[in-house]
């Protein structure tokens, strides 16, 4: 008889922690708004992408830093604009945030459309939007593979003896292609943190404030390493 009580006492028991363990996890675990992470951080690929003219700018650059990557393209109409406005907005709510016990952020904005945009073109249009947001471009085969890191897929589509011609994401623009085609890119703001792996991205719709509790939450919570 005693060995049964015991026994029931030991589930009891078992059961309860078990209970209140999870309990504490579920009120304890961050809500966050689009921020979707992945299980495990994953390590840059060695990046070459261009910041100015014969200004380099890799994988170490993201070092000691919480960087948010956006792909597009200057001639984009409308959707490029909406989102680099926003971005400027969680920097500048970044820089209102007082510790000393973060790394800075800082947002860079990757070009598909190296033929139309220069590294001089990037530079006055980032700065329309914040003049901290880094504008960077490179080649066509590596623009993809940069992208296809993030799994960011992009292709382009022009016109052509009245026909529609797709060019893939990592293949040069064709010499004879009027100056209007058009980028199709991932709507995904991309997170990496300070020991240069994407640990995650944000999910559009994109809201500047939801963005930056988000990332309040991840620096302070979270803190990934790479794995």
Not at 36 to 55: F, H, I, T
Not at 193 to 207: E, K, L, T, W
Request: include cysteine.
């Amino acid at each position: 008889m005693n060995k049964w009580i015991v026994g029931i006492i030991v589930v009891v028991i078992t059961v309860g922690v078990g209970l209140a363990l999870g309990l504490y996890l579920f009120v304890a675990a961050p809500q966050l708004h689009s921020a979707q992470l992945l299980s495990m951080p994953k390590a840059l690929v060695d990046v070459k992408l261009e910041k100015n003219k014969g200004e380099v700018f890799t994988a170490e650059n993201f070092a000691n830093h919480w960087s948010l990557i956006f792909f597009g393209f200057t001639n984009c109409p409308d959707f490029c604009p909406l989102e680099l406005q926003k971005l400027g907005k969680v920097l500048q709510l970044a820089q209102q945030y007082n510790s000393q016990s973060h790394f800075p952020l800082q947002v860079i904005f990757i070009s598909l459309d190296p033929e139309r945009d220069t590294p001089d073109k990037m530079k006055a249009y980032t700065a329309f939007f914040h003049a901290q947001i880094q504008g960077l471009s490179s080649s066509n085969f590596e623009l993809a593979k940069v992208a296809h890191f993030f799994g960011s897929d992009y292709s382009r589509s022009a016109v052509k003896a009245g026909a529609v011609l797709n060019i893939p994401a990592g293949i040069d623009m064709p010499g004879d292609i009027e100056n209007d085609y058009k980028v199709d890119h991932s709507a995904r703001i991309y997170i990496v943190n300070p020991q240069s792996a994407y640990i995650g991205s944000f999910a559009p719709p994109h809201n500047a404030e939801q963005m930056w509790a988000d990332l309040q939450l991840i620096i302070n919570k979270y803190k990934p390493t790479v794995m």
